[in-house]
T-cell receptor, first 111, second 113 residues
Framework: SQQGEEDPQALSIQEGENATMNCSYK?????LQWYRQNSGRGLVHLIL?????REKHSGRLRVTLDTSKKSSSLLITASRAADTASYFC???????????FGSGTQLTVLP | EAQVTQNPRYLITVTGKKLTVTCSQN?????MSWYRQDPGLGLRQIYY???????DKGDVPEGYKVSRKEKRNFPLILESPSPNQTSLYFC????????????FGDGTRLSIL
């Protein structure tokens, strides 16, 4: 399968700092989505960016998409301990409805 | 409240004993899917369904069956479970519009001994 890959696999920062996670993918996409997962729980949708968009904001989240490089980044500003979770990017492929997930970035925000 | 409900949340069983994990959504979504999540591998799609009576294999369908007799329900069936199917399973649904996010259940942790 054409899987997205997140980078880094793990990230540890202090409360108040910004966290940046990157995602690369291989095929043409309809959109790219970011999800958050608290330990052992279901995934919660954070933000969706369409292939014709370059940047999107939602609260403390900022997502960019570069379709020429097949990459996306998720920035969480002014991080809080409650942001500690795993973050996944998922690509919605242009010729199918399937979502393909990366293996995730484990973010730890230290108080 | 809009939700995807999976049952059971936890199950420990033995090799070869048939089991079914139920999934139900109350959002009238056409599209439903099952994923398994294993450490270091992210989520991998097992099966998906575009609508009632329409199902298709995902990336890792071997050893699983599904059915979609009603729009709201999408059970996952393990006819003869094996230890390599020990995993965390998620059901998800979304509408016909692919620019809408998927809604996930809370997960089912299966242990096959």
């Amino acid at each position: 399968s054409q899987q997205g890959e997140e980078d880094p696999q793990a990230l540890s920062i202090q409360e108040g700092e910004n966290a940046t996670m990157n995602c690369s993918y291989k095929t043409s996409i309809n959109n790219l989505q970011w999800y958050r997962q608290n330990s052992g729980r279901g995934l919660v949708h954070l933000i969706l960016i369409r292939s014709n968009e370059r940047e999107k904001h939602s609260g403390r989240l900022r997502v960019t998409l570069d379709t020429s490089k097949k990459s996306s980044s998720l920035l969480i500003t002014a991080s809080r301990a409650a942001d500690t979770a795993s973050y996944f990017c998922a690509t919605n492929h242009i010729f199918s409805r399937q979502l393909t997930f990366g293996s995730g970035t484990q973010l730890t925000v230290l108080p | 409240e809009a939700q995807v409900t999976q049952n059971p949340r936890y199950l420990i069983t033995v090799t070869g004993k048939k089991l079914t994990v139920t999934c139900s959504q109350n959002m009238n979504h056409e599209y439903m899917s099952w994923y398994r999540q294993d450490p270091g591998l992210g989520l991998r799609q097992i099966y998906y369904s575009m609508n009632v009576e329409v199902t298709d294999k995902g990336d890792v369908p071997e050893g699983y069956k599904v059915s979609r007799k009603e729009k709201r329900n999408f059970p996952l069936i393990l006819e003869s479970p094996s230890p390599n199917q020990t995993s965390l399973y998620f059901c998800a649904s979304n509408s016909r519009d692919s620019n809408q996010p998927q809604h996930f259940g809370d997960g089912t942790r299966l242990s096959i001994l």
